[in-house]
């Protein structure tokens, strides 16, 4: 993985928003998210998320330290201002002392610090970014990070690759990960970076392009890994000869139709079919129900007063995702 950051388009970028009346700061902020979100190999749309800390001005002109931290569920590859919420820091910060917080309050209590009332909803990640005391905070669900992670050795490996990181065991996103992740950053604040086991990165710096380029490195190193993988990792199953597409597809419909009010009438579903070699590596697999059975936080959206939680479901568990982008096993 190679850096894409260009001084040119930032320059652009800034002219562009500050030429719209608004602060160089959060111009940099949409240019780097963007960046981070054009990389599928980096985060999905909805996932991931970035932040900076900053001055703005109050509404009667006084200034106010804020955090600006992306709202969930949008696509950071697209990503304008109105995804970008702004909230006050201090007070953001002073939750993570708090011993608890349920989801319903914390995103009570996010709303209530928004410097704009109307915003969307601050990243579940919020309080998190505020912790980590860096001007610019990066986080993505980079491929190659998290197939190195779901390996049975995944701690090792990440702990051998990255020894200057700081490694959290999985937690679901929320107060609790927060709370883990304040407790590993108090232990070590001088770490280059963090990765949540089964989960993604935080990288972290000052200047946005030292953040941005460190999440890349960092991203790129574990993809050099996975290379040195077996590059089928999967164990086969046993198959028997079949009719073909042609004889299947029809049964397939039958079972996924689903009944209307009018008997006999079911509505029914067109599908397209698709393979490839590692698309049959992975149906073939001894495991292949398990391995796409969506399990804790997989291909989910939780309600909560208002809140959407979503966490990304790629065709397999989050705890025994494909083990990397490229099929690999480390």
């Not at 953040?211 to 990792?233: C, H, S």
Request: charged residues 25%; contains cysteine; hydrophobic residues 40%.
């Amino acid at each position: 993985m190679q850096s894409r950051w260009s001084e040119t388009e930032v320059a652009a970028t800034v002219a562009r928003y500050i030429g719209a009346g608004h602060d160089r700061d959060l111009a940099v902020w949409v240019y780097t998210t963007r960046l981070l979100g054009q990389d599928p190999k980096l985060v999905l749309h909805g996932g991931g998320n970035t932040s900076v800390k900053t001055i703005l001005p109050d509404a009667d002109g006084s200034p106010v330290e804020v955090l600006c931290v992306k709202s969930s569920g949008w696509d950071m590859a697209t990503i304008e201002l109105a995804g970008l919420p702004t909230v006050r820091l201090r007070p953001l910060q002073a939750l993570a002392a708090l011993p608890t917080l349920s989801d319903d309050r914390m995103v009570m209590l996010q709303r209530r610090l928004l410097m704009d009332p109307g915003a969307p909803n601050p990243s579940i990640e919020a309080i998190l970014h505020t912790i980590l005391r860096f001007r610019h905070v990066d986080h993505t669900h980079a491929n190659a990070v998290v197939s190195l992670t779901n390996q049975p050795h995944g701690e090792d490996l990440i702990r051998e690759l990255f020894p200057d990181s700081i490694v959290v065991p999985y937690v679901m996103p929320g107060f609790d990960l927060t709370k883990a992740c304040d407790a590993a950053f108090k232990a070590d604040p001088n770490a280059d970076g963090m990765i949540l086991l089964k989960h993604g990165i935080f990288t972290w710096s000052d200047d946005p392009r030292a953040a941005y380029e460190a999440m890349i490195a960092m991203v790129d190193k574990a993809e050099r890994r996975l290379q040195q993988g077996r590059a089928m990792p999967f164990k086969g199953a046993a198959t028997t000869s079949g009719g073909g597409v042609a004889a299947v597809a029809p049964i397939l419909r039958g079972v996924v139709a689903q009944p209307t009010a009018t008997e006999g009438q079911p509505r029914r579903l067109v599908f397209a079919h698709r393979t490839s070699d590692r698309i049959m590596h992975l149906c073939n697999a001894s495991a292949a129900a398990d391995l796409v059975s969506p399990g804790s936080g997989g291909g989910r959206r939780r309600h909560r007063g208002g809140a959407v939680r979503r966490r990304r479901h790629r065709g397999v568990q989050r705890r025994r995702r494909i083990p990397g982008p490229h099929g690999r096993r480390a």
